[in-house]
C-alpha cells in the first residue's frame, strides 16, 4: 500500500465497551506515533513507537489506554471501559527511519472516527 | 495551555490573492515548525517546515516565515487556489532535546476558504 491505512474508518462503541483501533504503516517506516483529536480541539499526541525502543507512553491521557506494535510493523490502540470523553478522531502517523535533525515528515492515515454512546 | 496557538479559526480569501496564516507558540525550546494541511475525512498532510536556524522557506505558492523573538510563525500562500480551501494546522516540535521522539504539538488550525 502506499500511505497508512486505519481501520475501522467508524467506531460506534457503547460507553463501557473496550475497542480496538488498527494502524498498518508505510512499509520501512520505522516510526510510528498515535494522536488524537478531540471536537474543537488540535492533535494531541498520545504514543510512540521507535524500531525496537521502548515506546513513549506519556501521552496516554489514562491507565484504559494501551497500545502495542507488533513485528516493528502494525500496531494497534486500545481503550478499555470506554468514556464519552473518549470520542475523537484518533489518527496514526509514520516516519521513515530518523536523521539526527534531518527531515522526517509524517504521514498520517485517514483517522478513525469513534463515537462512544 | 495551548503551546502551540492558532487564534484564527477561518479565513476567507479571494482567488488569485494573497492567503496569510498566522501561529503563535509560547515554547522556546521548539526548534522545528511544521504547517500541514487537512481535508474532510482524510489525515492531514505535510507542506512546508521551517528549522528555527532559518527565517524563510518557500516551496511553490508556500512560504513560511520565523520570527524567533516574536515567537510567530506565518504561511502565506500566493496565489490562492479554490483547491487550497481545506483546515491548515501548525505544528511545532523540540528536536534537539526530544531525542528520536518527534511528537508534534499542534494548533488549533485555520479553516480556510478560497472563493473563486
Known amino acids: 500500500g502506499a500511505g497508512v491505512s486505519q481501520s475501522p474508518s467508524n467506531k460506534v462503541t457503547e460507553k463501557g465497551k473496550d475497542v480496538e483501533l488498527r494502524c498498518d504503516p508505510i512499509s520501512g517506516h520505522t516510526a510510528l506515533y498515535w494522536y488524537r483529536q478531540s471536537l474543537g480541539q488540535g492533535l494531541e499526541f498520545l504514543i510512540y513507537?521507535?524500531?525496537?525502543?521502548?515506546?513513549?507512553k506519556s501521552g496516554l491521557p489514562s491507565d484504559r489506554f494501551s497500545a502495542e506494535r507488533t513485528g516493528g510493523s502494525v500496531s494497534t490502540l486500545t481503550i478499555q471501559r470506554t468514556q464519552q470523553e473518549d470520542s475523537a478522531v484518533y489518527l496514526c502517523?509514520?516516519?521513515?527511519?530518523?536523521?539526527?535533525?534531518?527531515?522526517?515528515?509524517?504521514?498520517f492515515g485517514p483517522g478513525t472516527r469513534l463515537t462512544v454512546l | 495551555d495551548q503551546q502551540v496557538k492558532q487564534n484564527s479559526p477561518s479565513l476567507s480569501v479571494q482567488e488569485g490573492r494573497i492567503s496569510i496564516l498566522n501561529c503563535d507558540y509560547t515554547n522556546s525550546m521548539f526548534d522545528y515548525f511544521l504547517w500541514y494541511k487537512k481535508y474532510p475525512a482524510e489525515g492531514p498532510t505535510f507542506l512546508i517546515s521551517?528549522?528555527?536556524i532559518k527565517d524563510k522557506n518557500e516551496d511553490g505558492r508556500f512560504t513560511v516565515f520565523l520570527n524567533k523573538s516574536a515567537k510567530h510563525l506565518s504561511l502565506h500562500i500566493v496565489p490562492s487556489q479554490p483547491g487550497d480551501s481545506a483546515v491548515y494546522f501548525c505544528?511545532?516540535?523540540?528536536?534537539?532535546?526530544?531525542?528520536?521522539?518527534?511528537?508534534?504539538?499542534w494548533g488549533l488550525g485555520t479553516s480556510l476558504a478560497v472563493n473563486p
Open positions: 505544528a511545532a516540535s523540540n528536536r534537539l532535546n526530544a531525542g528520536n521522539n518527534r511528537k508534534l504539538i
Open positions: 521551517i528549522s528555527s
Open positions: 502517523a509514520s516516519s521513515r527511519p530518523l536523521v539526527y535533525l534531518g527531515t522526517d515528515t509524517q504521514y
Open positions: 513507537f521507535q524500531g525496537n525502543s521502548a515506546p513513549d
